[in-house]
């Protein structure tokens, strides 16, 4: 499985809210301000359709989101919304940071390891982890790789970096 160190974290700017929907609606980012009466405002900084996430998680990195645009792979630029890349049908699973690698849990039950490069899609590994369909998401606890569907739950053991 390689090695590799989970990171928990994957805020954006202080200021800023992602927020995205399915069915066609697409994505926006917001900043939030307070105003002169001191009453928090939001303002709209760009929005685009090229990032659906129906109800998957995104993972922002370095300036980069990576979603699943209608079960697709896609990497956006935060700074202007522009996507970088469209690649890799995983549909509706989720997706979680691991070091400097994207963890995908496609809805096939698949897992695949995909490489955080806003230049390029690299998908590095791929298993069956589950034997049917699941919109969960996946927990990374240390080395414990927790996956489940609505049939049964496994438990991987992975090699993590120091």
């Given at each position: 499985m390689?090695?590799?160190q989970h990171h928990g974290r994957t805020d954006l700017p202080g200021d800023r809210v992602f927020v995205s929907s399915g069915?066609?609606?697409?994505?926006k980012l917001f900043q939030i301000e307070r105003n002169g009466q001191n009453?928090?405002?939001a303002s709209l900084i760009w929005e685009t359709?090229?990032?659906k996430a129906k109800f998957t998680n995104v993972v922002h990195l370095d300036g980069y989101i990576y979603g699943l645009d209608d079960g697709v792979l896609v990497c956006l630029d935060l700074g202007n919304g522009q996507r970088k890349?469209?690649?890799?049908r995983y549909g509706h699973g989720q997706v979680i940071l691991a070091?400097?690698?994207l963890l995908v849990q496609a809805e096939s039950g698949d897992v695949a390891l995909v490489k955080v490069d806003p230049e390029?899609?690299?998908e590095v590994a791929r298993?069956?982890?589950l034997e049917d369909k699941t919109w969960n998401n996946p927990v990374l606890a240390g080395p414990y790789l927790l996956v489940r569907n609505d049939r049964e739950a496994v438990c991987y053991e992975l090699a993590l970096e120091e």
């Amino acid at each position: 499985m390689g090695m590799f160190q989970h990171h928990g974290r994957t805020d954006l700017p202080g200021d800023r809210v992602f927020v995205s929907s399915g069915y066609g609606i697409g994505c926006k980012l917001f900043q939030i301000e307070r105003n002169g009466q001191n009453d928090l405002q939001a303002s709209l900084i760009w929005e685009t359709p090229r990032l659906k996430a129906k109800f998957t998680n995104v993972v922002h990195l370095d300036g980069y989101i990576y979603g699943l645009d209608d079960g697709v792979l896609v990497c956006l630029d935060l700074g202007n919304g522009q996507r970088k890349w469209k690649r890799g049908r995983y549909g509706h699973g989720q997706v979680i940071l691991a070091g400097d690698l994207l963890l995908v849990q496609a809805e096939s039950g698949d897992v695949a390891l995909v490489k955080v490069d806003p230049e390029a899609f690299k998908e590095v590994a791929r298993f069956p982890a589950l034997e049917d369909k699941t919109w969960n998401n996946p927990v990374l606890a240390g080395p414990y790789l927790l996956v489940r569907n609505d049939r049964e739950a496994v438990c991987y053991e992975l090699a993590l970096e120091e």
